[in-house]
């Protein structure tokens, strides 16, 4: 017994992955339950507009956190900053009694502030007027079903072509890196695609969920999404050698991106400690977007900067992934490419 216990801790220290996943993965999900797992979001950015915008600021409760003060501004700009995301929520000081405005898409804020309602003051509700959870979240799951497709039906793929050889036989095929690259995530990139389709469908029908911007905008979201996403999942490939392995490295590229992206937990909500991390993940930003897009029409500036960083996460993840798609590939073809056995001599 005690050989085979010995075996068995030098096996589980010689699988790297495994021991990973048996120890980052509880420290992550302490560090996500510890500081991310809240519902109760404390600092609202607020701006107060009208002609008694100074002197309302100074007696609004601590939670909201006034980021512009403008008299010269009224209900019409207040409501244009909510659309646009420039705040989470509106003060109109324009005569008494003050009006706060707020925006539903974020759903948790938006009953963060109607628990606290500046004295006198009379709360509306935009974009989700009911706070229908359901609403806000379809468009978060739009993100989560393409990252689960993209993520790990395509990293589990493309291994399953290394455990059966078939990776190989591509590899001595007079084909370049790049078109077996491009021809293996091609059918991942349509199925991702339609699985999109039929969910933004189903959003609206059954759910009955606003859609108030740009369908250009929407397939320019996605489409850049998809890049990120399919990267990590031929960057998982490359970097598993099984598809139990595949399998694991998906979980720890999933969980960071379900519970800091915002989909589920606020990010006002999180300690600024883990809520940098959020930024860093592309969900994050598809979601920004996708709320933007479904709920609150907002204009194409205000999009653009979620767009451009998915833009610029697309040219990372998925040239990396095309890079070690390729150094996988290169050097099977390498041998082959050195030219022709010489005859061997046989004597008698």
């Not at 999109?196 to 189903?202: L, R, Y």
């Not at 937990?265 to 930024?279: E, H, N, Q, T």
Request: hydrophobic share 55%.
């Amino acid at each position: 017994m005690h050989a085979m216990v010995l075996k068995e801790f030098r096996q589980m220290r010689r699988d790297r992955r495994t021991v990973a996943l048996m120890v980052g993965m509880p420290l992550m999900l302490l560090v996500i339950f510890g500081y991310a797992a809240r519902f109760d979001v404390t600092d609202i950015e607020t701006a107060v507009v009208g002609a008694d915008a100074a002197t309302v600021a100074d007696a609004l409760p601590p939670i909201y956190d006034v980021a512009d003060i403008d008299a010269g501004a009224d209900a019409a700009d207040g409501r244009r900053m909510l659309r646009d995301s420039e705040v989470e929520a509106v003060v109109v000081a324009d005569g008494a009694p003050p009006e706060l405005l707020v925006d539903g898409s974020q759903l948790f804020v938006a009953q963060s502030a109607l628990r606290r309602v500046p004295p006198g003051s009379t709360p509306e509700v935009l974009f989700n007027p009911e706070l229908d959870t359901a609403t806000v979240m379809v468009p978060s799951l739009i993100g989560f079903i393409m990252l689960f497709v993209g993520t790990v039906i395509t990293s589990l793929g493309v291994v399953r072509e290394r455990e059966q050889g078939t990776l190989e036989q591509l590899a001595v095929m007079p084909l370049r890196p790049l078109d077996v690259a491009v021809g293996k995530i091609a059918p991942y990139f349509l199925v991702a695609l339609f699985d999109m389709i039929i969910v933004t469908a189903a959003g609206l029908l059954i759910f009955d969920v606003p859609f108030e911007g740009s369908a250009l905008l929407l397939a320019a979201y996605g489409l850049l999404f998809l890049f990120v996403v399919l990267g990590f999942g031929v960057a998982i490939s490359t970097l598993s050698k099984s598809q139990g392995e595949a399998i694991q490295l998906a979980i720890m590229t999933l969980m960071p991106q379900i519970m800091l992206s915002g989909m589920i937990f606020p990010l006002d909500s999180m300690a600024a400690g883990v809520r940098w991390i959020g930024y860093l993940l592309p969900l994050t930003w598809f979601i920004v977007g996708m709320r933007g897009i479904f709920l609150k029409g907002s204009s194409f500036s205000a999009l653009l900067p979620p767009l451009a960083i998915l833009a610029l996460m697309a040219v990372v993840v998925f040239g990396f992934a095309l890079y070690r798609f390729r150094q996988d590939l290169a050097p099977k073809q390498t041998g082959d490419d050195a030219g022709p056995l010489d005859p061997v001599e046989v004597t008698a």
